[in-house]
């Protein structure tokens, strides 16, 4: 029953104040048209938002004094939850695609790699590039660092290094994130 309650209040401090909940001493008012009215008392403000049959909804705390104005708050509210909509649209997540490989890799093999890391680039998503090494490979190291060094110039017109050839234990990785 006490978390309906915390929703309860949780949704109600998130949506703005409409018609008495606004406690403020003076406004600036914004009518329907939306031009300024200018600084009205809160009661005339109301009074002249009931007369048209509207709603009183504080846009601005911010402000001195605070920005009010006559709206349909069920077509106010509308508006707002389809803007937010269409950001979450809009929003992309990055997410982390890995391609990984040997230090010796043949040639056809390397070009596939490539090929999946513009195709992760290209749909949004960072690559991490990560060769793996066995046994006494981690002393050629630096033929790992030169094949990643090969990938990003390879990639350079999709993408920038974000990470620069590191080891990690076995692996030597690289980060690499799509052109805007």
């Known amino acids: 029953m006490l978390d309906k309650q915390k929703n309860f209040k949780k949704?109600?401090?998130?949506?703005?104040?409409?018609?008495?909940?606004?406690?403020?001493?003076?406004?600036?008012?914004?009518?329907?048209?939306?031009?300024?009215v200018g600084i009205l008392s809160i009661s005339e403000a109301l009074e002249s938002a009931k007369n048209m049959g509207l709603d009183l909804v504080l846009i601005s705390d911010k402000s001195t004094p605070p920005v009010c104005r006559i709206v349909d708050y069920g077509k106010y509210k509308f508006n707002q939850e389809k803007k937010a909509k269409e950001a979450k649209k809009k929003q992309h997540n990055a997410n982390l695609k890995e391609v990984k490989m040997r230090y010796k890799i043949e040639e056809h093999d390397y070009q596939v790699r490539i090929n999946q890391a513009l195709r992760f680039l290209n749909s949004g998503d960072k690559v991490k590039a990560t060769i793996t090494f066995?046994?006494?490979?981690?002393?050629?190291?630096?033929?790992?660092?030169?094949?990643?060094?090969?990938?990003?110039?390879?990639?350079?017109?999709?993408?920038?290094?974000q990470q620069a050839p590191s080891r990690d234990g076995k692996n030597m990785v690289m980060i690499l994130t799509p052109k805007k």
């Open 11 to 36: 949704k109600n401090s998130e949506s703005p104040l409409i018609n008495e909940r606004i406690q403020f001493a003076e406004i600036r008012l914004i009518d329907v048209q939306g031009t300024q």
């Open 134 to 161: 066995r046994g006494r490979e981690i002393q050629h190291a630096n033929l790992a660092i030169e094949l990643l060094k090969k990938m990003a110039h390879d990639l350079i017109e999709n993408a920038e290094v």
